[in-house]
């Protein structure tokens, strides 16, 4: 599934053309559809309807006020990893009670914030951290419910620098040490250990590692006989970013749940990211030049890796489409690479690609997670604008970065 359709030889987001769009905003810039993002976030939620989720939508993904807002508006919670996120949640109108907090390195001012505000769970990840939140809570007299982060040594089967769940990273408390330092939280007075969260990567697509969690858990629950209110599942479920690519089956997943919770008082919290926002935005941007060299054709763009971090990081491949349709192809070798002064700004590889000349426009598909969010001021380029659709209708949600702030400093 993706936001973007063919009418009438036009690439369409809604019912706008991408050419009308294009034409009205500076490129490049980020196009969401507003109601694929509603789609996604109630399909998840019927889908997981028997279990009645908190489903906390995972904010690094996206941060955009304005789809935190209309998020908000259905039904969601947060998944926050630092203040500045939290913040944002809050100015979103998302309850504190709806607020999760997780990252291995949260700082001091952090955790008082999040106390003081009163969130749901700060997911703690190691032993150091539940001590300083503790103490913390100790100062302010309060009693703070906490999650501890379970790291199951598990392989989401997914690319290397997503992937969270084995021993070899950084993310949570192995089997043994989680159940020593639950013992120890039993004890400490300001804190009440409510929580168990386990995150194993992200763009999972195989249901196999989710499994092995759920049976994992279960083994864990069984021998610690600990009574936790909440178990949070985290995010990761996987999409697809191309027609035939693998998607997590969430139907399956559904079950899994469903027959884990089985006998079970325990309310399941979700932080999916990407199969909320995944499919909702395109990148907008324009062929700068086509340029031959020997038997390459390079077709340069006027994105780059700094808006769309995910091709550079992880080699991911979003889909390149001309906005409009044409039967004439080129074919050869083809590269579409952006501005940035390195190799690495590179999006994708063609063997052949409708015909397209310097000046027109294509569009980068199933950008609306890790996009924006990812992107940076490298090569001192402004940070690009986002609109959003909404049947015939368009609006900015964030301005293009002024490029006269931006020489400040
Ligand atoms: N919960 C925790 C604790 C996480 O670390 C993450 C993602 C999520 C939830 C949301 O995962 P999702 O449902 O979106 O898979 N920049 C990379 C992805 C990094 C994911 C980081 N953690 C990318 O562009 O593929």
């Known amino acids: 599934m993706n936001s973007i359709k063919l009418r009438k ?94 990252g291995v390195g949260k700082t001091e001012e952090e955790i008082k914030i999040a106390i003081k505000k009163k969130i749901l769970l700060i997911n703690a990840e190691s032993e150091s951290e539940v001590n300083l939140i503790n103490k913390i809570s100790k100062k302010l007299s309060k009693k703070t419910s906490i999650g501890i ?34 013992k120890k939280v039993k004890k400490m007075k300001n804190l009440k250990l409510e929580g168990l969260s386990v995150h194993i990567g992200s763009q999972i697509t195989d249901i196999e590692p989710f499994e092995k969690v759920l049976s994992l858990l279960n083994k864990l629950l069984k021998k610690t006989n600990i009574n936790f209110k909440y178990i949070d599942l985290g995010g990761g479920m996987g999409i697809s970013y191309a027609k035939k690519e693998k998607e997590i089956n969430l139907k399956k997943y559904s ?59 992880y080699g991911a491949k979003h889909q390149i489409l001309p906005i409009k349709k044409t039967n004439k192809k080129i074919s050869g070798e083809i590269e579409f690479v952006g501005p940035i002064c390195e190799s690495s700004d590179k999006f994708l590889n063609q063997k052949s690609f409708p015909r397209i000349k310097e000046g027109d426009y294509v569009c980068l598909t ?15 380029r402004p940070m690009i604008a986002e609109i959003l659709v909404t049947g015939s209708k368009h609006r900015l949600i964030r301005k293009r970065q002024n490029l006269n702030d931006l020489i400040k400093n």
């Open 9 to 102: 030889n036009n690439l369409c987001i809604e019912n706008i053309s991408l050419l009308t769009l294009a034409k009205k905003y500076h490129t490049p810039f980020y196009c969401y559809s507003l109601t694929q993002l509603k789609n996604n976030f109630v399909s998840f939620k019927n889908t997981f309807k028997s279990i009645k989720p908190l489903i906390c939508f995972s904010i690094k993904s996206n941060s955009n006020l304005f789809i935190l807002k209309e998020l908000k508006k259905i039904g969601s919670g947060a998944d926050v990893v630092s203040v500045g996120e939290l913040l944002k949640a809050l100015r979103a109108g998302i309850k504190p009670e709806k607020i999760v907090f997780s």
């Open 255 to 313: 079950q899994l749940v469903k027959n884990f919770l089985k006998k079970k008082n325990i309310r399941i919290i979700f932080e999916p990211g990407r199969i909320i926002v995944g499919n909702t935005a395109s990148i907008i941007s324009k062929v700068i030049y086509i340029k031959k060299s020997g038997n390459k054709r390079f077709i340069v763009l006027d994105v780059g890796m700094n808006n769309l971090m995910r091709p550079a990081l």
């Open 149 to 182: 982060r379970l790291n199951p040594n598990i392989s989401g089967k997914t690319h290397k620098k997503i992937s969270t769940g084995s021993k070899y990273e950084k993310f949570g408390l192995l089997y043994n040490d989680f159940i020593n330092l639950c």
């Open 366 to 380: 199933h950008a609306g997670a890790y996009g924006m969010s990812l992107s940076s001021n490298y090569n001192v």
